[in-house]
C-alpha cells in the first residue's frame, strides 16, 4: 500500500476520532435536532431496546438530556424522553412554534418592524442571529425574527450557545 494512502486513512481515521471524541465530551443538558427524515426513540440506549416513537420530520429539536456511548437520551416538545442513536441527531439549532395561534416573524427583532409572515403553531425552522429576546427563524426559506418565548428550543437565556 502506498505510504500516501495510508497517511490518508490513518488521517481520517483520528479526524473521525477527533470529532467523536469533541461530540462525546459535550456535557448535557444541549439542544441538538433530529437529522433523518425516520429517527425511532427507544426506551434503552441500544438497538435491543423497544422503540416507543418514530419521528418523521427532520429538523425537529430535542434536549440531550443524558449521553451514553452512541445513544443520547432526549426530551421532545411534548416532554417525551427516550433514547435515540447520536448519529440521527445534528448540532444545527432548530425551533419549534409554540402556542396556540399563529406567531409574527417580523423583519428585524423588533416589534414595530414589519411582519414578513405568521408561523403555525408546530412549525420547525432553523435558528440563528439570537440575541435580545429575539431570533432569526427561517422556515424553509421563509425568514423572520420571531420572540424566543414563542419557541421551543432554546434555554431561557434565548441564546445558542
Known amino acids: 500500500m502506498p505510504k500516501r494512502l495510508v497517511a490518508a486513512i490513518a488521517l481520517a481515521v483520528f479526524a473521525a476520532a477527533g470529532a467523536y471524541a469533541a461530540d462525546s465530551e ?14 425511532l426513540m427507544r426506551t434503552g440506549p441500544g438497538r435491543n431496546y423497544p422503540a416507543v416513537w418514530l419521528y418523521v420530520r427532520a429538523d425537529l429539536p430535542v434536549k440531550v438530556i443524558e449521553t451514553y456511548p452512541n445513544w ?39 416589534e ?5 409572515f405568521r408561523a403555525e403553531p408546530g412549525v420547525v425552522g432553523r435558528l440563528s442571529r439570537c440575541g435580545g429576546g429575539w431570533c432569526m427563524f427561517d422556515a424553509k426559506g421563509r425568514r423572520g ?15 445558542l450557545g
Open 72 to 110: 443520547r437520551k432526549v426530551q421532545d416538545p411534548d416532554g417525551a424522553t427516550g433514547w435515540m442513536l447520536q448519529r440521527l441527531l445534528s448540532d444545527t439549532r432548530t425551533g419549534l412554534v409554540t402556542g396556540s395561534e399563529p406567531r409574527a416573524l417580523h423583519e428585524g427583532p423588533d
Open 112 to 116: 414595530h418592524s414589519a411582519v414578513t
Open 26 to 39: 459535550k456535557k448535557p443538558p444541549y439542544w441538538a435536532s433530529v437529522t433523518a427524515g425516520k429517527a
Open 145 to 159: 425574527y420571531i420572540r424566543v418565548e414563542q419557541l421551543w428550543g432554546l434555554d431561557a437565556s434565548g441564546t
